[in-house]
């Protein structure tokens, strides 16, 4: 079996504590014969800022231009605060996404039975809670140019970031959508401030253009984005997939985490479009969540994201369905079994990083031993 070639970039702050985690699961299932991986290492963020005064090296960037997938926990941290702007943390992980063309960021919010009550809403709105986050994640905003500080020699300065969206970018991610709504319940909510933008009246236009000319089978509908945000803790289940854009999909995410019962439970896929020859795409998965400095090096991380990122790249690099199917019980039997890190244990008995890591494996050597 040719092994698989990944990336591990730890980054900062918890990164590192529950990298670990994913590691084992993959030295696990390729130990078990199960699948195989090869596996590299690589710094960004800070780790990498400190090693080399950049945010991610050019090294680092072949590794992961030539590698499988990528696995990214997490960069950032107040240590970084004061370095130039170019190079801060979170600059390499967004030359990652820009420089191997992830377009797609989806971010699944799955209720867990076990965690209705760990939800900061009622049980009821969230029981049986499953959404599909689709963000677009190498536009808008976060990239648009210009993107600059100037200073108007009057004591004042001006701020300047630019939203800009094309059509083929909006398409690309409205397919992607559009596609797993067929896979789920069929429905797409695309979201936007048509209201008030320009490029949210593209992206209305554009997604209502791509659906009556190949997806009508699917039922769309158009949510402004503040109105989603208030719908999504309101009634969450109306949702099935829904579609926005990268600063829309970046707060959102966040609000939709907090269903589930912690931002410690979200993972996410960011996929490239699919090469014409050899019909791989590129993609980094990671959790939603940042390096939460607040709890870093004191084993109270919640690695369930990070090993969810694990069960995407199953999924959807490797197509290992039965395998990711499997860690995902693996995951809901430890849940029903009442283990809780910090995060999702509302007060209640609490076990560790490794420990949570410790019992998934345990629980997924029942299928794979
Ligand atoms: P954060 O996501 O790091 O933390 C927000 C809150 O959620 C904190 O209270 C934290 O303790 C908690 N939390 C996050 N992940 C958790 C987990 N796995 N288990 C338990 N609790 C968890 O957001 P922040 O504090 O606003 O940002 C910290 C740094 O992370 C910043 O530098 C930011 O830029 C960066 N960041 C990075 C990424 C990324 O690498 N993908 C994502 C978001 C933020
Ligand atoms: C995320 C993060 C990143 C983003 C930051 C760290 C650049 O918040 O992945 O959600 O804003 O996209
Ligand atoms: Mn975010």
Same mark, same amino acid.
């Given at each position: 079996?040719?092994?698989y070639k990944l990336l591990l970039l730890p980054g900062d702050g918890i990164g590192p504590e529950i990298m670990a985690e994913a590691e084992k699961l993959v030295a696990f299932l390729s130990a078990a014969g199960v699948a195989a991986f090869e596996t590299e290492k690589g710094l960004v963020g800070g780790a990498a800022?400190?090693?080399?005064? +950049?945010?991610i090296s050019e090294g680092d960037m072949a590794l992961a231009q030539s590698a499988d997938a990528v696995l990214l926990a997490a960069v950032g941290g107040p240590k970084w605060d004061g370095v130039p702007y170019d190079v801060r943390p979170e600059a390499g992980l967004l030359r990652l996404r820009k420089d191997l063309g992830l377009f797609a960021n989806l971010r699944p919010a799955i209720c867990y039975p076990a965690l209705v009550d760990a939800s900061s809403l009622k049980p009821d709105l969230v029981d049986g809670l499953d959404i599909m986050i689709v963000r677009e994640l190498t536009g808008g905003v976060y990239f648009g140019?210009?993107?600059e500080i100037t200073d108007l020699g009057n004591g004042q300065k001006r701020g300047v970031d630019t939203q800009v969206y094309e059509t083929y970018e909006i398409e690309r991610i409205a397919r992607v959508a559009f596609e797993l709504a067929r896979k789920r319940s069929n429905r797409v909510t695309s979201s936007e401030k048509s209201n +008030?933008?320009?490029s949210g009246l593209l992206w209305r236009e554009v997604v209502t253009a791509l659906h009556a000319r190949d997806y009508s089978d699917v039922k769309l509908d158009h949510m402004l984005a503040d109105s989603l945000g208030m719908q999504l803790v309101r009634r969450p289940k109306q949702f099935d997939v829904i579609v926005t854009d990268n600063l829309f999909g970046d707060l959102l995410s966040d609000v939709a985490s907090m269903l589930t019962g912690s931002l410690g439970m979200l993972p996410s896929a960011s996929l490239g479009g699919e090469d014409a020859a050899t019909g791989k795409?590129?993609?980094?998965?990671?959790p939603?969540?940042?390096s939460a400095p607040d709890i870093a090096g004191k084993g109270l991380a919640n690695p369930i994201a990070m090993i969810g990122s694990v069960v995407m790249a199953l999924r959807y690099s490797f197509g290992l369905?039965?395998?990711?199917?499997a860690v995902d019980k693996a995951i809901a039997d430890v849940l029903a079994a009442g283990l809780r890190t910090a995060d999702i244990a509302a007060g209640g008995a609490t076990v560790s990083?490794?420990?949570?890591?410790?019992?998934i494996l345990a629980e997924l050597k029942k299928t794979f031993g």
């Amino acid at each position: 079996m040719a092994a698989y070639k990944l990336l591990l970039l730890p980054g900062d702050g918890i990164g590192p504590e529950i990298m670990a985690e994913a590691e084992k699961l993959v030295a696990f299932l390729s130990a078990a014969g199960v699948a195989a991986f090869e596996t590299e290492k690589g710094l960004v963020g800070g780790a990498a800022y400190d090693a080399h005064g +950049v945010a991610i090296s050019e090294g680092d960037m072949a590794l992961a231009q030539s590698a499988d997938a990528v696995l990214l926990a997490a960069v950032g941290g107040p240590k970084w605060d004061g370095v130039p702007y170019d190079v801060r943390p979170e600059a390499g992980l967004l030359r990652l996404r820009k420089d191997l063309g992830l377009f797609a960021n989806l971010r699944p919010a799955i209720c867990y039975p076990a965690l209705v009550d760990a939800s900061s809403l009622k049980p009821d709105l969230v029981d049986g809670l499953d959404i599909m986050i689709v963000r677009e994640l190498t536009g808008g905003v976060y990239f648009g140019e210009p993107k600059e500080i100037t200073d108007l020699g009057n004591g004042q300065k001006r701020g300047v970031d630019t939203q800009v969206y094309e059509t083929y970018e909006i398409e690309r991610i409205a397919r992607v959508a559009f596609e797993l709504a067929r896979k789920r319940s069929n429905r797409v909510t695309s979201s936007e401030k048509s209201n +008030v933008m320009k490029s949210g009246l593209l992206w209305r236009e554009v997604v209502t253009a791509l659906h009556a000319r190949d997806y009508s089978d699917v039922k769309l509908d158009h949510m402004l984005a503040d109105s989603l945000g208030m719908q999504l803790v309101r009634r969450p289940k109306q949702f099935d997939v829904i579609v926005t854009d990268n600063l829309f999909g970046d707060l959102l995410s966040d609000v939709a985490s907090m269903l589930t019962g912690s931002l410690g439970m979200l993972p996410s896929a960011s996929l490239g479009g699919e090469d014409a020859a050899t019909g791989k795409r590129k993609a980094l998965y990671e959790p939603v969540h940042g390096s939460a400095p607040d709890i870093a090096g004191k084993g109270l991380a919640n690695p369930i994201a990070m090993i969810g990122s694990v069960v995407m790249a199953l999924r959807y690099s490797f197509g290992l369905t039965a395998v990711a199917d499997a860690v995902d019980k693996a995951i809901a039997d430890v849940l029903a079994a009442g283990l809780r890190t910090a995060d999702i244990a509302a007060g209640g008995a609490t076990v560790s990083t490794s420990e949570m890591g410790d019992a998934i494996l345990a629980e997924l050597k029942k299928t794979f031993g």
